[in-house]
């Protein structure tokens, strides 16, 4: 006995089989982003008061570099999952919806690559 109805065997809208997937991402990312973020209020804190130069080299060091680059990273796909739901569950009207969606993600992209852009500069002394 098919349960579906005729409109979404057309369709062929069904589970979409990403919400597990998508639950998991938020939740791995929320946990990067925890321990990335006390590492960074610790660097900040360490930094605190010093010089120019002392603070671009330390930021500059690959290890640094390398973790900021993480938590950016983290940050943006965690942020971009996040807003995602928010459209998906209050936009309601599709071509709003879809134009929401792209937004969000262009906008994660770009704040995402403009960050790691000024990390490797720093990193690289440009």
């Given at each position: ?56 080299a330390t930021l ?45 993600n262009f906008f ?19």
């Amino acid at each position: 006995m098919n349960m579906r109805t005729p409109l979404k065997n057309v369709r062929s809208l069904g589970s979409a089989k990403e919400g597990a997937d998508h639950f998991w991402m938020q939740r791995v990312t929320a946990v990067a982003n925890l321990f990335l973020g006390l590492y960074l209020v610790w660097l900040i804190a360490t930094l605190a008061g010093a010089e120019y130069a002392t603070v671009k080299a330390t930021l500059a060091s690959p290890l640094n570099a390398i973790l900021l680059i993480l938590l950016i990273v983290s940050a943006a796909i965690h942020m971009r999952l996040g807003m995602q739901v928010v459209i998906e569950d209050y936009v309601h009207g599709e071509g709003a919806k879809i134009v929401c969606l792209l937004t969000n993600n262009f906008f994660a992209i770009l704040v995402a690559a403009s960050s790691i852009w000024a990390i490797l500069k720093l990193s690289f002394g440009g």
